[in-house]
């Protein structure tokens, strides 16, 4: 397993547990991934180092998996946002609206009074901003949308496809429970701890500041890499395109912000959001506070890469990487950078065990295992 995050650990333990011998290997000094915790010596609250991570699914086999390694404490995800001058609540919900226009709509009010906000000159919306304006005008869309998007996305939201706003982001109830999943709660001693016990099983061994290379794959008789796609053929074809993030941190004594995460709609504020990171563990008390302010820009070498960019140009790029890939001898490339796609965990480790299993029917010779037990395109 090339990584320790979860699709390594998940992959690994279904096939320790079919008695393979298994050999995780990871370049960072500590396993699991972008989901890392560790708590702050200073203040002892747990902190999430590579940005906050909320566990949210509707698949029962994910959620009853996660719960055999760590106990699940209940979590309910509410956003809140400061923009021009004033504090919001998120996703955009009855109180927001009402707050936002100075009104007391009750929600079918509500629902007629942003229908004749929204832009319906626009039939077919193609960019992120004429979707936006097709389903909350511009109103709406200035203050929560369009500054927040150009910071995280480092460009105008014209240029962006109308599929990152899927569906109407609007509650016309006071619900602000920002994930629609039936499931969702906090580990109580953080994900790493959960991943050591994921990884906790004797025929696996773990080993830590050990970045693997392509020439080392024939070592093995099969290789999921969890790295990003290019840089197992190092970046050959060109760099997939990657937005960074860099978290500048800092302590408090006491509460800073009173709430998990306040995100900065402004386009002059240069972060896009503030996460305080002992609300994610409302069970803990601790004096002390560690927050990140977040600040999203373009991936250079060197940087690490979280979130893929997926536009016209990245996929061109993207299907030579899978061509190569596919003529690889054995190696299967899985999870969010071997795949290139921005995964939740849930669904990472939903494909981490299905990949398990197709790579366990494989062994019978029957059908060949795949270079992509998803597709990536
Ligand atoms: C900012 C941010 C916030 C997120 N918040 C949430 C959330 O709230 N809820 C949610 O469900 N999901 C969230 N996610 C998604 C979550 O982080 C992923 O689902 C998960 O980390 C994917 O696990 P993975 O194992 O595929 O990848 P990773 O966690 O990235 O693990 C890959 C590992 O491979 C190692 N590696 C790479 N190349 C090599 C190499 N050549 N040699 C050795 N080791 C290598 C890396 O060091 C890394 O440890 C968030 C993601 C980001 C970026």
């Known amino acids: 397993m090339v990584g320790a995050g979860l699709s390594g650990a998940v992959i690994g333990r ?30 002892g609250v747990m902190v ?58 009750r929600p079918e ?34 203050a929560f949308f369009k500054g927040y998007t150009i910071k995280q996305w480092g460009c105008a939201p014209s240029e962006l496809p109308a599929s990152i706003l ?45 970045p693997v290379t392509r020439d080392m ?30 978290f500048e941190r800092f302590s408090h004594q006491g509460d800073w912000q009173g709430c998990a995460v306040m995100n900065y709609g402004d386009v002059e504020v240069p972060w896009t959001r503030i996460t305080e990171h002992k609300h994610f563990a409302p069970w803990e008390s601790h004096e002390g506070s560690v927050l990140y302010r977040e600040h999203s820009r373009a991936c250079e070498p060197g940087d690490i890469p979280y979130y893929p960019i997926r536009q016209v140009a990245e996929k061109t790029l993207l299907a030579r990487y899978v061509d190569l890939a596919r003529t690889e001898a054995n190696v299967t490339f899985v999870g969010r950078l071997g795949t290139y ?21 494989s062994l019978d010779g029957r059908k060949p295992m795949p270079a992509f037990t998803v597709n990536p395109l």
């Open 48 to 105: 999430h180092l590579y940005g906050p991570h909320i566990f949210h699914t509707d698949d029962e086999e994910v959620w009853s998996y996660v719960n055999r390694f760590a106990t699940f404490r209940p979590y309910k995800n509410q956003v809140k946002t400061t923009t021009r001058g004033a504090v919001y609540s998120l996703p955009i919900n009855l109180h927001t609206i009402n707050q936002f226009f100075g009104q007391t709509l």
């Open 109 to 142: 009010e509500a629902r007629r009074f942003i229908e004749a906000k929204a832009d319906t000159t626009i039939t077919d919306p193609r960019t992120f901003e004429e979707q936006a304006l097709r389903f909350v005008g511009r109103d709406l869309y200035e």
């Open 166 to 210: 899927k569906r109407l982001p609007v509650r016309f109830n006071y619900d602000d429970n920002y994930f629609f999943h039936r499931f969702q709660g906090m580990p109580e001693e953080g994900y790493t701890r959960m991943i050591e016990r994921i990884l906790d099983h004797p025929n696996i061994t773990v080993h830590l500041e050990t």
């Open 217 to 246: 794959a024939a070592r093995h008789d099969r290789v999921f890499y969890a790295g990003p796609i290019d840089g197992w053929f190092d970046y050959s074809l060109g760099r997939l395109g990657y937005r960074t993030l860099d």
């Open 341 to 361: 796609r921005y995964l939740d965990m849930d669904v990472t480790i939903r494909e981490a065990l299905d990949c398990a299993a197709i790579y366990l029917d």
């Open 14 to 43: 279904h096939l320790a547990e079919a008695g393979h011998s298994i050999t995780v290997m990871d370049s960072r000094p500590h396993i699991g991934g972008n989901c890392h915790t560790e708590r702050d010596a200073d203040t």
